[in-house]
């Protein structure tokens, strides 16, 4: 497919915007300045003629690019989130282009002890000869996502450009917040009016992941008994204490995110806060069932509870709260999404791998709220650090991907 790509050129502007999320914001979006790559991606959009581009007052971002075939094909819309994650400084990110790769460990330029090695990064076997973008060492890339956004962006350009290529209705969704899970909150899937969709936010060139993790958080309130610790004897039981004991009681070798792998569940502490008198403990728990995640939790109270014991005088409130569940369950009830996506792959000149994903994306969210979505490759790396990067051929692959797919559902339609 000849597309005039200018996928690696919006990357590279989009990652200079600072879009970090918060966590501990309660606005939507969580920082204002997520709204900046809001508004130039609402810019670029009109400015290719898709007139209906705009960006809503919490920062989410619709566009339509409309039918041009007579038949009657479902509305796709492809989705990737605007901000990154808290895990590392998002603000002057410098992009570094390491041409036609030689295959070496890759120093980064600004921090020396920041390396991108082949050996923690095998990937990077697969880029001989490829283009490969990175940080300077002192920030996060931002890849994850902008790799994603660049991709539909560069896409929708190519369709807007190239009337003769039939396709359906597409919906384009640009969400906020997605790394602290609050992507999918506030996005309006009716005024969307897409009946399928696709996030693009997947790693490995030519994946596609129709399964995520099911996902509960955890609150564990430990209410202890606060004296003068001058007179504490036979009194005071602290709650930082019996806190640090269930997190010192989790086992060590299973059930956590360092020791298990592929479908294993975990039990993952995330925060500890508090004093004497009352600590918050906060989990996440990760399973690739419903049964799993049950078993996960039970496992977790029945910890606390055999803790608390030898605290007589102390309490403690265990609240679950649902996060997302493993979108599985809604994609295998239409096949031909995940099919699609196969096929599209193929035609970009890539095997395709169908995975699942240890984690969630927004479309975890909404296949539950009535849009199926499996998660398309962005060719994203080693996310969250300053290690991350992506191959401009790979972004190319995606770009391909998204404009196989809008074909491949016009030409399965009636």
């Given at each position: 497919?000849?597309?005039?790509?200018?996928?690696?050129?919006?990357?590279?502007?989009?990652?200079?915007?600072?879009?970090?999320?918060?966590?501990n914001s309660p606005t939507?979006?969580?920082?204002?300045?997520?709204?900046?790559?809001?508004?130039?991606?609402?810019?670029?959009?009109?400015?290719?003629?898709?007139?209906?581009?705009?960006?809503?007052?919490?920062g989410y971002v619709y566009a339509t690019i409309e039918s041009n075939t007579t038949k009657k094909v479902p509305v796709i819309c492809f989705c990737s989130h605007m901000d990154t994650s808290p895990d590392s400084s998002g603000t002057n990110v410098n992009p570094q282009l390491h041409t036609k790769y030689d295959g070496r460990d890759i120093q980064l330029k600004n921090d020396k002890t920041q390396v991108i090695r082949v050996s923690e990064h095998p990937s990077l076997l697969k880029q001989i000869g490829n283009d490969i973008i990175t940080t300077d060492g002192t920030t996060l890339l931002g890849a994850d996502n902008k790799a994603g956004v660049a991709e539909i962006m560069d896409a929708a350009n190519h369709l807007m450009a190239n009337p003769q290529i039939k396709h359906g209705t597409i919906k384009i969704l640009f969400t906020p917040d997605e790394e602290i899970g609050r992507g999918a909150d506030k996005a309006d899937l009716k005024k969307l009016g897409a009946d399928f969709g696709?996030?693009?936010?997947?790693?490995?060139?030519?994946?596609?992941?129709?399964?995520?993790?099911?996902?509960?958080?955890?609150?564990?309130?430990?209410?202890?008994?606060?004296?003068?610790?001058?007179?504490?004897?036979?009194?005071?039981?602290?709650?930082?204490?019996?806190?640090?004991?269930?997190?010192?009681?989790?086992?060590?070798?299973?059930?956590s995110p360092e020791s298990t792998e592929k479908k294993e569940p975990f039990v993952h502490p995330v925060s500890i806060s508090g004093g004497i008198e009352k600590t918050v403990l906060q989990f996440i728990i990760r399973a690739f069932d419903d049964e799993s995640l049950k078993t996960q939790e039970d496992f977790l109270k029945a910890l606390v509870t055999k803790v608390i014991a030898g605290y007589p005088k102390s309490t403690f409130g265990f609240e679950v709260k649902e996060q997302y569940r493993n979108m599985r369950k809604v994609l295998d009830k239409n096949p031909?999404?995940?099919?699609?996506?196969?096929?599209?792959?193929?035609?970009?000149?890539?095997?395709?791998?169908?995975?699942?994903?240890?984690?969630?994306?927004?479309?975890?969210?909404?296949?539950?709220?009535?849009?199926?979505?499996?998660?398309?490759?962005?060719?994203?790396?080693?996310?969250?650090?300053?290690?991350?990067?992506?191959?401009?051929?790979?972004?190319?692959?995606?770009?391909e991907t998204i404009v196989n797919l809008a074909m491949i559902w016009e030409e399965n339609s009636k």
């Open positions: 497919m000849a597309i005039k790509h200018t996928v690696t050129e919006r990357f590279l502007n989009y990652v200079k915007i600072d879009t970090q999320s918060d966590p939507c979006p969580s920082t204002e300045k997520q709204k900046d790559l809001g508004r130039l991606l609402v810019k670029e959009l009109q400015e290719m003629g898709i007139k209906d581009a705009h960006m809503d007052e919490n696709y996030t693009i936010d997947g790693e490995e060139l030519g994946h596609i992941e129709n399964e995520t993790f099911s996902a509960d958080g955890v609150t564990i309130t430990i209410h202890g008994v606060s004296t003068h610790p001058g007179f504490a004897k036979n009194k005071m039981e602290s709650a930082i204490k019996i806190a640090s004991e269930i997190v010192a009681a989790l086992p060590k070798d299973t059930m031909e999404i995940v099919s699609y996506a196969l096929e599209a792959i193929k035609r970009a000149g890539v095997e395709p791998v169908l995975s699942s994903i240890r984690g969630g994306t927004d479309g975890s969210r909404f296949s539950y709220m009535g849009l199926p979505c499996p998660n398309i490759f962005a060719g994203e790396h080693a996310f969250h650090s300053k290690l991350e990067w992506v191959s401009v051929q790979d972004m190319e692959k995606a770009v």
